[in-house]
């Protein structure tokens, strides 16, 4: 920022001069704005909801805004990233949509951004709204029972001509149930995308993307015949849980649990600070196993973000003692306080902390231990290897507060 000062004898006026990349940024933020309000007012004349502050509210506690995270012109057409966030009291997360538009003008990419979204995660959530065309999934787990009411749209494809319509999401009903939990609401997004020897294949739950899902769909996705243009299909489904959400906590205690944990992680210099620790974090919540969980998977959540190995989507509960120890196989995506954590662990190295307060929270994850045996054995036989090199199929963990229940 430039600045220069113009004196009189009344005051002492400071004008603010812009630099060029300065006026160019408001230029593009006036544009992407006015894009947002164009979209929202052709959205809104198909929802027919309300448009009020910049985004539209729906019936049922249901709130639509939109940003536009990205613009170009190429060759003479508009290039949009448009990014719809869904909302509402029953939402753990919010619902949230990319969507890629083009057109020659403004309007004809608005359009495109609108009819995208409308055909694709709208019809769905529309659906369970209106509760119209349920399809009954039930789900086990942990000696648990829930009843889901699931809503399918059909297939959004781009490029796609000649070949039939194929309900994706059939592919992964063999093992989508076992990703469902206690939560009211779950989505799941599939989005899958081919080009010459490129393709791309994506599943995510509740916004998380889950490795092992995806692999379900790649031989679905390498049996396009994409030589000639790019192929993309993207489907969405809702499930909605029959039952009400009986969890005892919040997602804003498990987050400010957390960043106190963090913080006090970072000085933890031997096993009586930790010891004082886990008094304090019981304490905080008054809750044994719901401190557990915090103080266990935030430092595999740091390895995983900062070391970068593979990992799976499973979470292994160790029961019992010595003889009679066993290990009960569950998703985490089933186990809610997990994607809170990992909420709070890339806030917290967002603030780009120091690497060894990082350090110092990542040596006390198993996975981390067990990875640094594996290295160093290797390095003993002369091989390397790296953490990018290696799987791990999920994480461990076992809770000492008795009558412990998943939520």
């Not at 939109?66 to 003479?76: I, T």
């Not at 057409?77 to 990014?83: D, E, G, R």
């Not at 953490?387 to 939520?407: H, N, R």
């Amino acid at each position: 920022m430039a600045f220069f000062k113009k004196k009189n004898k009344q005051s002492d006026e400071v004008e603010e001069v812009k630099t060029e990349e300065e006026l160019a940024q408001e230029a593009e933020n006036d544009k992407k704005h006015e894009m947002k309000l164009l979209i929202l007012e052709k959205l809104n004349e198909k929802l027919n909801g309300t448009l009020y502050d910049e985004c539209i509210i729906m019936p049922k506690g249901f709130t639509i805004d939109v940003q536009v995270a990205r613009m170009e012109v190429k060759d003479e057409i508009n290039l949009f990233q448009v990014i719809y966030i869904i909302k509402n009291d029953l939402f753990d997360e919010p619902l949230i949509d990319p969507v890629d538009s083009q057109g020659k003008t403004y309007e004809e990419a608005a359009q495109m951004a609108v009819e995208i979204f409308f055909g694709g995660v709208w019809h769905p959530l529309n659906q369970s709204i209106t509760k119209t065309n349920p399809q009954h999934i039930s789900v086990d787990f942990l000696r648990q029972h829930y009843d889901f009411d699931m809503y399918c749209q059909s297939v959004v494809r781009i490029g796609v001509k000649e070949k039939q319509p194929v309900m994706i999401m059939n592919y992964l009903m063999g093992e989508l149930p076992k990703y469902l939990g206690s939560k009211k609401y779950y989505w799941v997004r599939i989005y899958l995308a081919k080009f010459k020897d490129k393709q791309m294949a994506e599943v995510r739950v509740n916004g998380s993307v889950c490795s092992q899902l995806t692999e379900l769909l790649k031989p679905y996705v390498e049996s396009w015949d994409a030589s000639e243009s790019f192929l993309c299909e993207k489907q969405y489904a809702i499930f909605v849980n029959r039952a009400d959400d009986e969890c005892p906590f919040k997602k804003e205690t498990v987050i400010n649990a957390a960043n106190e944990t963090i913080k006090t992680m970072v000085n933890i210099r031997n096993r009586d600070d930790y010891l004082a620790m886990i008094d304090k974090l019981n304490d905080m919540l008054g809750d044994q196993a719901l401190a557990s969980e915090i103080r266990i998977f935030i430092p595999e959540i740091m390895a995983k973000l900062t070391l970068g190995y593979r990992e799976g989507d499973s979470l292994f509960l160790i029961e019992g003692e010595g003889d009679d120890q066993s290990q009960i196989e569950f998703k985490k995506t089933q186990l809610r306080s997990y994607f809170y954590l990992q909420q709070a662990v890339l806030e917290y190295l967002g603030t780009r902390p120091d690497k060894e307060d990082v350090t110092r929270i990542v040596t006390n994850s198993v996975a981390f231990r067990e990875m640094k045996k594996v290295t160093d054995q290797m390095k003993e036989q002369g091989k390397e290897i790296t953490p990018t090199d290696l799987f791990v199929p999920g994480t461990s963990y076992k809770i000492g507060a008795p009558d412990y229940k998943v939520w």
